[in-house]
């Protein structure tokens, strides 16, 4: 009996063991799902949402309806083809038209549609460890920009203002045509001195391969920076005698041959007023001049229609939630799609 006692307190005991394990076992597989951590908050399904209205500047009103569809119509080709992961995508529609002070002779407004990856973060203050929130800025966004290059500060569906400093604007290296569009090169526009930079990739869509833009020839330029320079020593009349030796040298290049005096103006960034020479395409810290084309455009459209569409996909690199978004967004942005809804 002693023996046959002893094995039942061993197999109740065994048996409590296994259903303190099993409930050990649910209790911890709970406390793992509801502890919040960034690689689980990377797989949660994210959301759309709408952002504020973008700015309405000199639209009329008929054009306002119309840009507004076309970029309902963008939003529609990325949301079909993509969905948030681990954030909220933030998107929204801006419109500007004609502009006095930045452009004369419009031959197109400009308008634009957004996203911002908006992450979701671990809320660290909180006693519930599964709860998070939404982050409130982010460096990772994606702009679809129409009839205007923002980053070229800018250049627009008209010709640059009479009273533009410059006479032209900058170009950091030559568009590269990939596939029928114009890669406009890559950016790091943050976190430089860090391993995981923050870049912006641009892309240009345009009619037929052509450009909205021409190049600046030397002697445009010459005449462009020499223009300046006379009003510069005009107003430093003290300073005069160090400004004559680049004076002196904008003059020894004027007199280069016509076939020379033709070619692209590539420059130096800092070398404007004070001209040193032209130098070489791809020169570390040069610049190519160019000027809007306003021959690339049909001016019998109205000013809604996309005449050429800019690209920035900007991401701030390292982060799982922002190389997974970006890349779904890229998928999703079918380029021939806003190809054909050029001059419609």
């Known amino acids: 009996m002693l023996h046959n006692g002893y094995s039942s307190e061993i197999q109740i005991f065994s048996i409590m063991k296994y259903f303190l394990f099993i409930t050990f076992l649910i209790f911890a597989a709970n406390t793992y ?54 954030c909220q995508a933030l998107y929204s529609y801006s419109y500007s038209g004609a502009n006095p002070y930045a452009g004369k002779n419009w031959v ?3 308008f634009w549609y957004s996203i911002y990856i908006l992450r979701y973060l671990c809320d660290r203050n909180s006693a519930d460890k599964s709860k998070y929130y939404i982050d409130a800025a982010t460096p990772t966004t994606v702009n679809i920009y129409s009839n205007v290059i923002f980053w070229l500060n800018a250049l627009y569906a008209a010709d640059l203002a009479d009273e533009d400093p410059r006479g032209y604007l900058k170009l950091q290296k030559k568009p590269q045509l990939k596939e029928g569009f114009y890669f406009m090169g890559e950016e790091i526009v943050g976190d430089s001195h ?86 070489e395409e791809g020169t570390r810290g040069s610049f190519i001049a160019i000027k809007p084309n306003l021959d690339y455009y049909n001016k019998k459209l109205a ?18 939630v922002f190389e997974e978004n970006i890349s779904g967004i890229k998928n999703a942005a079918d380029f021939n799609v806003l190809r054909k809804m050029l001059g419609k």
């Open 33 to 86: 799902s509801q502890d919040c951590s960034a690689s689980d908050l990377a797989k949660k399904p994210g959301i759309w949402k709408a952002g504020l209205k973008g700015s309405t500047t000199n639209v009329s009103a008929a054009d306002l309806t119309r840009e507004k569809a076309v970029l309902t119509v963008i939003h529609q080709m990325i949301s079909s083809g993509y969905t948030p992961k681990g």
């Open 108 to 110: 197109g407004d400009q």
């Open 194 to 279: 860090m391993e995981n930079k923050i870049i912006e990739y641009r892309w240009l869509i345009t009619y037929d391969e052509k450009l909205p833009f021409s190049y600046v020839s030397r002697k445009e330029y010459l005449l462009l920076v020499k223009k300046r320079l006379e009003q510069t020593i005009s107003n430093n009349q003290g300073s005069r005698q160090f400004y004559v030796k680049y004076m002196n040298r904008i003059m020894e290049n004027l007199n280069m041959p016509e076939a020379v005096l033709g070619q692209p103006a590539i420059c130096m960034w800092n070398d404007e007023e004070q001209f040193e020479g032209f130098v």
């Open 303 to 320: 000013k809604s229609v996309p005449q050429f569409f800019s690209v920035a996909f900007k991401i701030a690199h390292g982060d799982p």
